[in-house]
């Protein structure tokens, strides 16, 4: 039995929508008064699904697809049990958090959720590996999900730490940033360059721009999870490696823009303008990420943002939202997986709108910080955007259920 990818997108779209449910709450909690609900438990919730039910469960099925158009055959079977494994820890630790938080049961979940990822990336490295030495994706979804098994080590960390309640500032942070670098600056990176070039792997791509860019891109990734780590005194030797893995990140994105550049035309004959616009918002975004990353090399830069929360949580959003999120939902829509047709364009532009505004405001939130200025209604016209958000995803969800009546 072959895995149904409209199904699969179907139910990314209504994890996506219930992401942005839970984001909209919160925002909600922050402005107006909701006693009963607990606002840290929401957020352990709407981080733990948004990793695990939204953007894990995307990259599995897009991942599985590459392998079903590229290999004579896979074994269906058991990625449909693991994708439907990992959606019940997803579920399973999208209501226990939201109700204990870190509790024997969301706990229990947690861990069958890591015990699925390793199950999924023993069979995914298997199936990587027999893709076609000139895929030029390769390389890049072998690497995400051998980074996927690594940031479970910040997870092993925590848990220990938890156990024994020994608890330390300093290693709880590390492990906490070490957890979110490999899954952001990892599984979720590379995968999304692997599914893209997977995409566009029947173009005359030249191998060493890809190459190249997957190079300067790997090695960077281990020691730029450093980057997360400035706020503390490292060595002089690791600082200086630190600054090294910046620019070699912003090296290969280098290649990897030559290589963009370098087939314009067929990718303007691939996707629609509208696809190749909000790809141009992801690559932008990206940019900014690549810059920030390198800026935060100066101490007393890394020292001062660490220090504030809305810094921290307009970076994360940065990556998660616009650059992330906004691309597996633009990639869905531009290969077909969601009805084409001007009311989904609409919900679409919407939802990036929604996102880049979201960015806007934190950002001027996390600058204004500095000075301890407060911006007037600023949480209201959060509330205000994580609505527009949930609303255009919403439209989204209900397209693309209905795409299968028009197919």
Sequence with gaps: MVIGKNTWVQIAMINLTI???????????????????DQ???????SHFAFTGWITHTLFFLLVNIFRSSLPSIHEKAYRLLILGNLLTAYGMLISFAFQGYGPVSITFASLSIIIGYLFAWRALKDASRLPASHPGKNWVKAALWFSVLSTLGTMVLSWMMATRQYDQETYLGSVYFYLHFQYNGWFLFACFGIFLDSIRHFNLRARLVRNSFFFFVIAAIPAYFLSTLWANIPVWLYSIVVIAALLQIAGWYYFIRLINENLVPLRASFSRLVLLVFLVVGLALTLKLFLQLGSTVPAIAKLA???RPIVIAYLHLVLLLIVSVFLVTFIYGKGLIRQHKPTRIALLTFVIGVILNEAVLAVQGIC???YTVIPYANEALFGIALLMLTSVMLLAAFQMSSDKHD
């Design 19 to 37: 992401v942005a449910l839970l984001g909209a709450v919160m925002r909600y909690k922050i402005g107006f008064a909701l006693p009963f609900l």
């Design 369 to 371: 910080s500095f000075s």
């Design 40 to 46: 840290k438990f929401l957020q352990e919730s709407h």
């Design 306 to 308: 660490y220090s504030f």
